[in-house]
């Protein structure tokens, strides 16, 4: 049984109540810790998910997008919170680990591959100049400015979902454009 209610949570998050905070400290941190632990994260993983996870509840509330009088509880809340954020941490990770290739697996002389390399450059540019402005900024927030995909939520004012979706599809549409590229198609990547 939890020691405040739900309404009793979010008015004390929303007032930076210090007891309300130790409080979440004490039910939540170890236990997410010890999720991240267990799937493939570190501890200072585990601290910075915590973190994240109380500041996006926070964001939530702030914003009168959770509702306290539903009928689920806010463990159950903060846990789903919790899972989504690692899986997608994890997943990003995953993306960013891909090994590069040894000089000796690249068929082709040096100079070429640097070639190459600023050919993809060019390219990108191309097309990145014909996304939407707005997808311009998702883009260029996410890669260039390396921002969270909440900080980009918080920006453009929708979910972290959202920000999600929206950055899938204009990846998505970006190696469409340059799959139909005449020169080079899909032999780019």
């Known amino acids: 049984m ?8 979010i008015k004390g998050i929303i007032s930076f109540d210090k007891e309300l905070y130790k409080y979440l400290d004490t039910m939540y941190r170890k236990k997410v810790i ?9 501890r200072e993983d585990g601290e910075d998910l915590y973190q994240d996870v109380v500041f996006e509840i ?5 914003r009168d997008r ?11 809340y903060f846990w789903t919170i919790t899972k989504r954020r690692w899986i997608d941490k994890l997943r990003k990770q995953k993306l960013d680990i891909e090994p590069l290739p040894n000089e000796d697996d690249i068929p082709y002389e040096p100079e070429e591959a640097e070639y190459l390399k600023n050919q993809r450059i ?3 540019r191309k097309y990145l100049e014909q996304l939407l402005p707005d997808e311009q900024e998702y883009i260029r927030m996410y890669y260039i400015a390396k921002q969270s995909i909440q900080t980009i939520a ?3 004012g929708t979910t ?10 204009i990846r998505k549409k970006l190696r469409q454009m340059i799959a139909n590229d005449p020169e080079f198609g899909t032999s780019l990547f």
């Not at 939890?2 to 949570?9: G, H």
């Not at 991240?36 to 570190?42: D, E, H, I, P, Q």
Request: hydrophobic share 25%.
């Open 2 to 9: 939890s020691k405040y209610s739900k309404q009793e949570i």
């Open 34 to 42: 010890g999720h991240v632990l267990r799937n493939s994260g570190t």
């Open 58 to 62: 926070y964001l939530t509330i702030k």
């Open 66 to 76: 959770y509702n306290a009088d539903g009928r689920g509880t806010f463990e159950g």
């Open 122 to 124: 060019l390219v990108i």
């Open 154 to 156: 918080d920006y453009f």
């Open 160 to 169: 972290y979902g959202g920000a999600q979706q929206k950055l899938h599809e």
